[in-house]
């Protein structure tokens, strides 16, 4: 069975173009959708952070009116309840790729505040990718690929993936807040960036990199990591 780091945002927070916080974390179902796929199939999970700090979940991602309803919102409240793996997260920074078989990003606005900065981040993915194991980073997640630039360049430039829109930032509201979207400041990294509808699962394979582009995506991407780690 295969072993599969997860690394999840630690802020809590992200910080607007005015200057306040608006509390975030980690994107419930993101987390919650391959990790069911993937201890469900008999694999195994480990979660790191950075400083190995508790991942905070996004709140309103456990609305029923954000998941589709109480039903939805009670089964992923349940899930994330069940996953110690949470509890006991790793320091990012002491994460070592030999020791995993893939890796998994999730997003939700958090990794706009940190992961997109961290240099114990960019070193892994760089280090996912010229590996050849699945690599799997979903919604505002692909935001960490802007921390593996040397000299301005990143090895992911010339892949194709997706991410979170900037029409689906619009639609909740937090564009013109924003300092920075994730669909443009991605685009920077010379990917070729594609997108399907506002919502609606889309996955983009590139030879070992696997992205998402919205919550909706995270259970259609763990699929396919489960096609190549069974």
């Not at 790191?48 to 456990?62: F, I, Q």
């Not at 958090?110 to 699945?134: F, I, N, Q, T, Y």
């Amino acid at each position: 069975m295969a072993k599969v780091l997860f690394v999840v945002t630690g802020a809590s927070y992200w910080t607007l173009r005015d200057g306040t916080r608006h509390p975030t974390g980690y994107w419930a179902e993101e987390f919650a959708a391959p990790y069911s796929a993937l201890t469900g199939a008999g694999h195994s999970v480990v979660v790191s952070t950075p400083g190995g700090v508790v991942p905070h979940v996004d709140s309103m991602s456990l609305r029923p009116s954000m998941v589709g309803g109480e039903k939805t919102a009670l089964e992923l409240e349940s899930v994330l309840r069940s996953a110690e793996e949470l509890r006991r997260p790793i320091v990012l920074a002491t994460a070592r790729l030999v020791d995993y078989d893939a890796v998994y990003y999730p997003g939700g606005h958090g990794p706009m505040e940190d992961l997109s900065v961290d240099a114990d981040s960019g070193r892994l993915l760089s280090a996912a990718l010229a590996s050849g194991k699945p690599l799997a980073v979903v919604c505002h997640a692909p935001v960490a690929m802007l921390a593996t630039r040397m000299k301005g360049v990143s090895p992911f430039a010339g892949y194709e993936v997706t991410a979170y829109t900037n029409d689906e930032e619009e639609a909740v509201g937090l564009a013109s807040k924003a300092r920075w979207l994730a669909e443009d400041e991605v685009k920077t990294l010379g990917v070729h960036f594609s997108r399907g509808e506002v919502w609606k699962p889309y996955t983009v394979v590139d030879r070992n990199l696997y992205t998402g582009q919205n919550p909706a995506s995270a259970a259609p991407l763990a699929r396919k990591l489960l096609e190549v780690l069974e």
